[in-house]
């Protein structure tokens, strides 16, 4: 199928008939500016397509104008059949037909069923493979519903890539046969190959498990009653070593000896220690006396230095104090000065500012009026680029021009052609005679010759008319009128009526760009920043205003430097007055704080005079040696004692074993005695539960589950390797489905990238990465526009397996370039070049300049005349 023209009528802001005519073979490119209707043809050939004649839905009722009405499309269309007409109309009397050569072959639910013949029996056909809406360039994306018709259509073509992808070896067979084994497999575990709760293989191991658990319960409690009667022999045995007569006896004795040399040790040990209070009571008497004595004459010494350490901080605070005073009228007369300064300076100041308002106010008024002059002439140059550059957008371009001029020539060529075996007439007339022979093209003149390429009649003036008729010649095979009638239809399209007349339209509009370049370098020197960055300067000069007794700005400048050099000099007065006085404060501070200090000190050593008393220094002397020498007399007593002390430390060791060994006879005897018991009475409840016959029948009953279980299993791992044969089998067909599409692909990757490939996922049937220079990169990670040239060639892959498969259908792209820079731009148009071949590329875009580099066959959309 090949689509030849589109009509639309009532199609959203076509509310009168416009249509596309001449599409070939190949590529086909409508560059049109945005808002144009590109993207409303797409959507139009989307809904005849795809959508019933009866659909109401949202995108049938996006194609409906604002005021409302019934949608109409219309789309020529070629297969081997013929060529044929499909009509639809939605909503008002809603309408679908096919028409072959003028004759109804098809209307109503007939035309759905053919159309839907006609793109392969899906509901999805090519939309879902390679029509590339706008926005929607990558492979991926758009309703959930157009994500499944487009893999829908992907697994279709997998399916037709060979017959014997049907023999159980891929495509839906083999997803049927896949689905059971799943399904019973499922049966037994879940999809992570666990048991299914309720199913027969956890039933199984459910049943292992509990017998395996009763069989383990069963052995535990036979072997606990062998343990048993061994532990009882033992525990029996045990009490009788710990209760003989003799055993209990030795226990007794050790224990009574050891506790008596511990008493002895214990006496001896608090007669040294009486004797250490006592040496550590002469000492501190000791320290004491001497404590007395060092404090005594510390105090003295204190007390006569910081007496005559005061006096002379007294003496010190008076001179501060007095420079203080005399620091402080200084600075208060330097204050006086400086304000009186400051006063001065600003009036100075005020007299200036007069001044330089008045020489501002005069130069503003000579600035504004410059400025307003340049504004005027901007905004007429403005005026004048605009009105070139509207005359530059209208009448052909000199490309459109050439073109006409190589039509132009190629009809001349093939009337050159025609003309050069026609027959020829001569006319020459008599001399002195009065008649003239006329043609097609009025009189012909005297010896000139007149081709006659047909059947032509000539009027006589004063006889009548002559009609000729030629022998049949080589050259008339119609090429004068194909030139002629591509020469008035490239004239139609531009509005001329002749060539000159659109020699003069061209020339026309080269002189308005031409005068649209004059008006816009002058507007550039006037404002370069724009004539808003003009108005803003203008804006920005103060307003004018009158100073009738300003002073002159020279006098004025004088005043204000003597008023400042004053004012300096009485500020570094007043700061050094300051200074003087700061410092004259910090040093009465400090003498303040030293007096204070001093006296505090002075205090504090007659307080420490006044707590020693009247007690002479002799009298502390003294005591001072008698304590010494206590101190001596009580050191020498304990040491006397403590050199025979018992080895207390051995003795508590001793003491603490005998104990021990008593303590733990007591309990062991205490344990052992209620364990027999306890023994004795499970001994006898254990045998008589007839354990070991127990442990035999659950044995039995294990084996027969263990088995069952093994059944299962096995039967689980069978299905899981079919299920995963399967899998293999559906991936090989794959393989063979992605071989051709690789084999495709090949060379044109390779316009972009050398040595670049794609994998592909297994699920959605769609490149998964790109391998360029060694390295794998997900698609989803690349650049917007290495994802839409790769959405791009996969696309022109899929449309050639379609017409391998029997399916040509047209490739139709609406802006799907968007983020292509202009070096990739030009290897993709050789990619589309590349594909073109036998096929149908439609290419609607707004990108103009970039597009003019495809070539291919240029579209027009454009009203229906009347």
Known sequence: MKIRAITLNNVRRFTDPAQVVGIGDGINVLSEPNEHGKSTLFDAIQALFFKPFGSRDKDVAALRPHAGGAPEVTVEVETDEGRFSIFKRWFQKPLATVHRSGTLIAQADEAEAWIAQLLG???????GLI???????????????EEKLALEARRDLMTSVG??????TGGRRMDKALAQCRDELAHYATATGRPRTGGPWKEAQDQVEELSAEHDHLASTARELHDALAERQRARRALAELEAPDVVEERRQKLEMTRAAHAAATRHAE???TLARAMDLARLNAESATTRLDSYRAAEAEQKAALSEE????????????ALAERRTALEAAEVSAQEARTALQTAEDQRRRAQRAVAAREGADRRRALEARIKEAEEARRRMETAAAAARSGPDTAALQRLEALSAELSASRAARDATATQVIVHYASGSSGVIHGDDGPLADGTALPLPRSTTLRIDGIGSLEIHPAASGQEDGSVEAATAKLQTALDQIGAANLTEARAATAARAEAAARQGEAKAVLASLAPNGIYALHQELAAIPTPTTETDAPDIETAENALQAAQSHHEACRIIRETAAEALADAKADAARSDALLTSLTDRLQRAEAQQAKLGDVAEEDLATQTVTAAAALEAAR?????????????????????RAESVETQARDEIARLRPLLARLSERITR???????ERLAETQEQLQAAEDKLARITHEVAVLTRLEAALQDARNEARERYFTPIVKELKPLLQLLWPDAELTWGEESLLPHALIRGGREEPIDVLSGGT??????LVRLAFARMLARAGRIVPVILDDALVFTDDDRIERMFDALHRQAGDMQIIVLTCRQRAFRALGGQALRLQMVKE
């Open 131 to 145: 029509w590339v809406r706008q926005g929607m360039t990558a492979l991926t994306g758009g309703s959930g519903k």
């Open 271 to 273: 007669e040294v220690e």
């Open 163 to 168: 017959a014997e992808v049907e023999a159980m």
């Open 121 to 127: 029996g899906d509901a999805s056909g090519p939309s």
């Open 787 to 792: 994802q839409e040239q790769v959405a791009l």
């Open 311 to 322: 006096t002379r901080a007294r003496q010190a605070t008076d001179a501060a104090r007095s």
């Open 686 to 692: 254990a045998s008589g539960d007839a354990v070991e």
């Open 636 to 656: 020498l007593a304990h040491a006397e004692k403590a050199k025979d002390a018992p080895d207390a430390a051995s003795l508590q060791a001793a003491l603490t």
